[in-house]
């Protein structure tokens, strides 16, 4: 049975694919590089074995050829369901949810990542304030601040908190 591959990255011209079942298996890889090397509807062919991915480059790269090569060459089946893509802001919150979970469990419950950017600023403010520096804070810092807590005065009253 041939290893079930998925596609990671689709863009015209560059598809990648993951292989996990042969994660780390660099003979593997090194096969699969030297089976599609010849294929001339891929210019370029980066195998990463620590990942367990494959990046086909070429103009006429796409998953119709990568899933004929891969299943001729007894390589792996790519699997071609829909496309479930990521939303930049699930790329950027996603860690910093784990880096805030991470640091409560290492205070014991004390301190998360919100209280530890509280106290920051608070520390920076105070900072400013020893070595002299009152001037009020510039006009988009103080918009921004202003819209925060505009919004935050929205989102307490949907959710039945006085504001």
Same mark, same amino acid.
């Given at each position: 049975?041939?290893?079930?591959?998925?596609?990671?990255?689709l863009?015209?011209?560059r598809v990648?694919?993951?292989?996990?079942?042969?994660?780390g298996q660099? &003979?593997?890889?090194?096969?699969? =590089?030297?089976? /599609?090397?010849?294929d001339r509807?891929f210019?370029k #062919? +980066?195998? %990463?074995?620590?990942?367990?991915?494959?990046l086909?480059?070429g103009r006429?790269?796409d998953?119709?050829?990568i899933?004929? &090569?891969g299943?001729a060459?007894? =390589?792996f089946? /790519?699997?071609?369901?829909p496309?479930h893509?990521v #939303? +930049?802001? %699930?790329?950027v919150a996603?860690?910093?949810?784990?880096l805030?979970?991470?640091?409560q469990?290492?205070?014991g419950?004390?301190?998360?990542?919100?209280?530890?950017?509280?106290?920051g600023?608070?520390?920076v403010?105070?900072y400013?304030?020893?070595?002299g520096?009152?001037?009020?804070?510039p006009w988009y810092?103080?918009?921004?601040?202003?819209?925060?807590i505009?919004t935050?005065?929205?989102?307490?009253?949907?959710q039945?908190?006085p504001?």
């Amino acid at each position: 049975m041939l290893p079930e591959a998925h596609i990671g990255i689709l863009i015209p011209g560059r598809v990648r694919i993951r292989i996990p079942d042969k994660k780390g298996q660099s &003979s593997y890889f090194s096969d699969l =590089l030297n089976k /599609l090397s010849g294929d001339r509807r891929f210019e370029k #062919l +980066v195998v %990463n074995p620590i990942t367990g991915s494959v990046l086909f480059l070429g103009r006429d790269v796409d998953v119709a050829a990568i899933t004929e &090569s891969g299943e001729a060459n007894h =390589l792996f089946r /790519l699997e071609t369901g829909p496309l479930h893509p990521v #939303l +930049v802001s %699930n790329s950027v919150a996603n860690p910093i949810g784990k880096l805030s979970k991470g640091l409560q469990e290492f205070t014991g419950g004390e301190l998360d990542l919100k209280g530890m950017v509280i106290l920051g600023l608070i520390g920076v403010g105070l900072y400013q304030i020893i070595k002299g520096n009152l001037r009020a804070p510039p006009w988009y810092t103080a918009f921004w601040y202003a819209l925060g807590i505009f919004t935050k005065s929205f989102s307490d009253k949907d959710q039945g908190t006085p504001a």
